[in-house]
């Protein structure tokens, strides 16, 4: 996972982050009128989502997606 969470407390539900996101990873949810994580998997750690958002700090984005690679011998 790339996107790791969205802090609903200081989330101001602008639709920023939803709206930049390339790969439609984040969505606004209906009930609360906040943005919600989805598609996590889909996640490329563009940081587009955390760098347009208009409230600092709100969206964590974490490194740990990258899988160890497998390295064929021979």
């Known amino acids: 996972m790339a ?7 200081t989330c101001i539900g602008c639709g ?12 606004m ?4 009128g906040k943005a919600k994580i989805v ?4 996640c490329q ?9 208009p409230v600092e700090g709100t969206i964590t984005i ?5 899988e160890r690679p497998m390295v064929g011998w021979g």
């Open 3 to 9: 996107i790791e969470s969205i802090n609903t407390e």
């Open 16 to 27: 920023t982050c939803v709206n930049t996101c390339p790969m439609d990873v984040l969505r």
């Open 29 to 32: 949810d209906l009930e609360t």
């Open 39 to 42: 598609y996590p998997d889909e």
């Open 45 to 53: 750690i563009c940081r587009m989502c955390a760098s347009y958002c």
């Open 62 to 66: 974490t490194y740990d997606k990258c």
